[in-house]
């Protein structure tokens, strides 16, 4: 796989502690919010996706919230573990109907043992 | 990772060549997608396809062309190479299912010189 030497911002966690990833979106248009993980030397991985018709939405071990108000999207990793040190991507989907998304620059989360 | 191989997976070439990039994927998937990823910028939307010979571009299409003679092949060509073209470029298919979870491929890495 390949990947590209990111300069992104970082975010340290102890192992075993929570994770909180943000992210800021722009259109107020935008129906569908995804969050993606890519590994080093890989294409991106769907984690977890959310409507704009929701606020939360849960899966395992993760979290995600959009607060439309803000404009604002988070993801929260519960228990991390060093597997999820990764860069995490959110994206949106500006245009209802024309599925072209949008990503956002990305967080680098690091796992510390 | 729905079946989608990149070739080539590394290629070096020079200012001004024409260069054209392959995404082939065995799922059937009716939309598919090219992005190039920078540092600093994350993934970057350069054109779609929503079926075959269906194409649009996306946000940083100029200097790129795409075509789609069959589902499960989506070419990306360069016309003239240049420096900033340098990248790493990934190809993405939707989940006809869901139309939310999309499914990348493992990355070329392009050096323009």
């Known amino acids: 796989g390949e990947s590209v030497g990111l300069h992104l911002p970082t975010l340290s966690v102890q192992e075993g502690d929570n994770s909180i990833i943000n992210c800021a979106y722009s259109n107020s248009a935008s129906d569908y919010f995804i969050w993606y993980k890519q590994e080093s030397g890989k294409g991106p991985q769907f984690i977890i996706d959310i409507r704009s018709n929701m606020d939360k939405r849960q899966g395992q071990r993760v979290t995600v919230l959009l607060n439309k108000t803000v404009k604002h999207l988070s993801l929260q990793i519960a228990a991390t573990q060093p597997g999820d040190s990764a860069v995490y991507f959110c994206?949106?989907?500006?245009?209802?109907?024309?599925?072209?998304?949008?990503f956002g620059t990305g967080t680098r989360l690091k796992v510390l043992a | 990772d729905a079946g989608i191989t990149q070739s080539p997976r590394h290629k070096v070439t020079e200012t001004g060549t024409p260069v054209t990039l392959r995404c082939h994927q065995t799922?059937?998937?009716?939309?598919m997608y090219w992005y190039r990823q920078d540092p600093g910028h994350g993934l970057r939307l350069i054109h779609y396809s929503y079926g075959v010979k269906d194409t649009d571009k996306g946000e940083v299409s100029d200097g790129y062309s795409v075509s789609r003679s069959k589902t499960e092949d989506f070419l990306l060509t360069l016309e003239s190479a240049t420096s900033s073209q340098t990248s790493v470029y990934f190809c993405?298919?939707?989940?006809?299912?869901?139309?939310?979870?999309?499914?990348f491929g493992p990355g070329t890495r392009l050096t323009v010189l």
């Open positions: 994206a949106d989907n500006p245009s209802s109907g024309t599925y072209k998304y949008i």
């Open positions: 993405a298919t939707l989940a006809d299912s869901t139309l939310n979870e999309q499914f």
């Open positions: 799922e059937n998937h009716r939309y």
